[in-house]
């Protein structure tokens, strides 16, 4: 039967469920079936899920009910990526998203059946912990439970009766946290390993082959290369700051999780609350479909997580032998490429299904990958490969279930051991009040020296600079066995940096982080002497960065116009929401000033745009007229050269740089360039020069627009929102604050306030699907029932119950 979430108790039950193990479910120890399992979800205000149950696998089937209710449509579709099965279901020639980007089904499809290994995966899960094994048995029994309750032509309208949709296995989870873990890695580069293919050598090439390759790298545009590989400054970010004893008025922790991730797709956050008595009680949200909480809190932690600037991957220049560029010479020994077909079917538009087949090039490093707008073709002399730091990462599903049963930041430090963490910072505190920034994840061991020795010959080592600085990515030399990653002993992943030897800093005052490297977690004790491999160090801090350092200073010193010298709660979501624009401070100033000169004053356009952006009040709330002129505006001019009149000084990181540089002519001429365009855009969209921010900025739901707060990246906003540039359709909002949570200690628990500012669906129908938008709209904050009184007292709970 289908359930009806209702006031009071709705009981599921079914004449018996499946004792054998799941058909090509078995991974590693344990059965997965059904046998025994059962679980309550009880739904408070939200639609927020609270599961409690009696071991790890029953709390795991209903988390994975509760979430296929809210969002089936979105889990089937994913399984049908990972599975390399879009081309067959969509068609060859639609498109998905591969780690943030978007990418034709039949790339898709090729991509993931020979990068996601199936034998390597089940054998790492092998090695999970039985904890793990049964939060995975669980969820994929109650994924597949709510499946045979609610017939197809009961599902949400997006795959209603649609046959793509279907039970899944444990291969399918492996394979849904695979495609997770190397967003950062293979899955950017996605592209670049589906396009390699070895170069038809002639006899006449074959007789230059011994000649080096010359690349020009004076031509190459780094800058377009690092925006369509998003590594160096990804769309996602995050701001996570955790505050001690010294800094809380009530000594004890303190802690901001606000990621910025994507509003769609199966990066979602979903809210939910997992209690097994005696074991296991944690509330906050997981990314999708895992089966344990990625961001939240228990009695007596709470942490999150910031997207962290370590590379997750290293490249390989390979030199080739004579004549056969699918052979390689590593310390003069040949060694030939193998090959991995991979054949999947495809729908064409008149009906017919054809079979397609792709072939990849293996080495003992990786995939080879050809770039040839980054420096990185196959010629007939050099190729390239990945080395991925993530490949068959099994473990973070027993790092996440450590950190959900910890007690204070050192345990949540030794659950971050086992590096388990793919590609972000961990930000924690505790009721004792001590807080805690770690950058122990998933890195190659790559040491500062090693980057100069291990730079490939020639030319290579000028490219491999550049690449390092313009795109984040390590090229090392791949013909050299010294130069393949470092195996420390102290390290529980051979080839990866040890947990001894990361950033790690524990602090009674704060430490925070917006998605810079550990060089400023806090400015009083700067974390220096890493390998950059682990992020850059004494360089200029995004705009977030700053602000949020400002913002925390400001608050210990007494200054920001609140009452008192310490965080709590409500002023700590009071500076969150308030919305300043860092942009602003630094540059309209200069800019009005340069509004008065005569040659502004003769151009109507120049004029009423500084007339406009005279109006604003600097910051991005609803009311703030003139916020998107501004925003269009610093979109073109911030990334104009020597825009800024005093530059990046290392000792002074946080104030600099700032100011504009209009002295300069050139500068002068391109800032001014810059406020006409938006001006132009502004009106090409049909709104006023001085429109409020809400009126632009806002999300169309089914009952109408919702006006948004927030602003850009490069403004400077801690409260990001990253949009499309103004059109009749305002800015669009598809990236930015998602989840966010304050949480406290006091005497009984946690005290816990939180948005999920999407809501708990995907699905339009569902009246969780925009209810907690108009509440983050209004900057109303969702208070959290973590008690079971505080569950039973809610006013919307209501009450389901899966049982054999």
Not at 250 to 264: A, E, I, K, M, V
Not at 523 to 533: I, L, R
Not at 570 to 576: D, P
Not at 762 to 791: C, G, N, T, V, Y
Request: net charge neutral.
């Amino acid at each position: 039967m289908t359930p009806r979430i209702a006031r009071g108790a709705v009981v599921l039950g079914t004449a018996t469920l499946a004792a054998a193990a799941l058909s090509g479910c078995a991974t590693g120890n344990g059965n997965w079936s059904e046998q025994g399992l059962s679980a309550e979800i009880r739904r408070t205000s939200y639609g927020i899920p609270h599961i409690r149950a009696n071991d790890y696998a029953s709390v795991a089937f209903g988390m994975a009910y509760a979430y296929a209710q809210d969002n089936v449509c979105l889990m089937a579709s994913q399984v049908v990526t990972v599975s390399g099965e879009r081309s067959a279901t969509f068609g060859p020639d639609g498109t998905t998203e591969v780690s943030f980007k978007p990418m034709r089904n039949a790339d898709a499809d090729a991509f993931f059946r020979a990068i996601l290994d199936d034998d390597a995966l089940q054998a790492s899960a092998a090695r999970q912990s039985p904890e793990a094994h049964e939060l995975l048995r669980g969820y994929i029994a109650g994924y597949n439970r709510y499946l045979r309750d609610t017939p197809p032509s009961k599902r949400p309208a997006a795959c209603r009766d649609a046959a793509w949709v279907r039970p899944i296995t444990a291969l399918d989870m492996a394979r849904l946290a695979e495609e997770k873990s190397i967003q950062a890695s293979a899955g950017a580069l996605a592209a670049g390993i589906v396009a390699a293919a070895p170069p038809q050598v002639t006899k006449s090439a074959a007789k230059s082959a011994a000649l080096p390759a010359r690349i020009d790298i004076a031509a190459i545009d780094f800058e377009a290369v690092n925006r369509d590989l998003q590594l160096l400054d990804p769309p996602i970010g995050s701001n996570g700051w955790a505050f001690g004893k010294a800094a809380t008025a009530d000594g004890s922790g303190l802690l901001l999780g606000n990621p910025h991730f994507p509003w769609t797709t199966t990066n979602r956050f979903y809210q939910a609350h997992l209690t097994v008595p005696g074991k296991l009680d944690v509330m906050g949200a997981s990314i999708a479909s895992f089966p344990i909480i990625s961001i939240g809190f228990n009695k007596d932690v709470a942490w999150t997580h910031t997207v962290s600037t370590a590379r997750r991957f290293t490249l390989f220049e390979l030199k080739l032998a004579d004549g056969d560029p699918t052979t390689y010479l590593i310390d003069g020994k040949p060694r030939k490429m193998t090959t991995k077909t991979v054949s999947y079917a495809a729908k064409l538009a008149d009906g017919r299904t054809e079979q397609r087949s792709h072939t990849f090039y293996m080495t003992e490093y990786g995939p080879v990958v050809a770039m040839p707008q980054a420096g990185l073709p196959w010629t007939a002399q050099k190729a390239y490969t990945l080395r991925d730091a993530n490949q068959n990462n099994t473990r973070s599903i027993d790092t996440w279930l450590d950190i959900a049963r910890a007690h204070n930041v050192g345990e949540i430090r030794t659950a971050i051991g086992n590096l388990g963490i793919p590609w972000v910072n961990t930000i924690a505190t505790d009721r004792s009040g001590r807080a805690m920034f770690a950058d122990v994840s998933v890195t190659p061991n790559v040491s500062t020296s090693m980057l100069e020795s291990c730079a490939p010959a020639g030319d290579g080592a000028v490219l491999a600079k550049k690449l390092m600085a313009g795109t984040g990515m390590v090229l090392l030399d791949g013909s050299r066995g010294v130069c393949n990653w470092t195996v420390d002993p102290a390290s529980p992943v051979p080839g990866l940096v040890p947990p001894s030897a990361m950033p790690v800093l524990e602090r009674d005052d704060f430490v925070a982080n917006s998605n810079d490297s550990s060089w400023l977690a806090n400015p009083a004790q700067k974390m220096e002497g890493f390998s950059p491999v682990l992020g850059p160090q004494a360089v200029p801090q995004r705009l977030r960065t700053r602000v949020g350092l400002m913002e925390i200073g400001k608050r210990l010193n007494g200054v920001d116009g609140l009452p008192g010298n310490r965080f709590d709660i409500q002023n700590l979501q009071t500076v969150l929401f308030r919305d300043r624009n860092l942009a602003a401070e630094l540059v309209l100033d200069d800019l009005l000033r340069a509004c008065r000169t005569k040659a502004v004053q003769g151009d109507s356009d120049l004029r009423d745009g500084c007339t406009a952006l005279g109006k604003w009040d600097r910051r991005s709330n609803l009311e703030s007229r003139a916020a998107p002129l501004f925003r269009e505006f610093w979109m073109r001019a911030h990334v104009i050269p020597n825009v800024y009149a005093i530059a990046f000084n290392p000792a002074d990181p946080v104030n600099t740089p700032r100011g504009l540089r209009m002295q300069d002519a050139t500068v002068n001429t391109a800032v001014l360039k810059a406020l006409k365009d938006a001006v132009g855009a502004m009106r090409k969209a049909g709104f006023a020069l001085d429109a409020p921010l809400g009126e632009v900025q806002a999300a169309k739901s089914p009952n109408g627009l919702i006006p948004l707060h927030g602003g850009e990246e490069y403004e400077g906003v801690l409260n990001k929102l990253q949009s499309q540039p103004v059109s009749a359709d305002g800015l669009k909002v598809f990236f930015g604050t998602s989840y966010v949570q304050t949480v406290g200690f006091d005497a009984n628990g946690p005290v816990a306030q939180a948005l999920l500012v999407y809501g708990q669906s995907i699905d339009p129908a569902s009246p969780h699907a925009w209810d907690q938008m108009r509440q983050f709209s209004a900057k109303r904050w969702i208070s959290l029932p973590f008690s079971e009184q505080a569950i039973a007292a809610d006013p919307q709970l209501s009450v389901t119950k899966l049982s054999q």
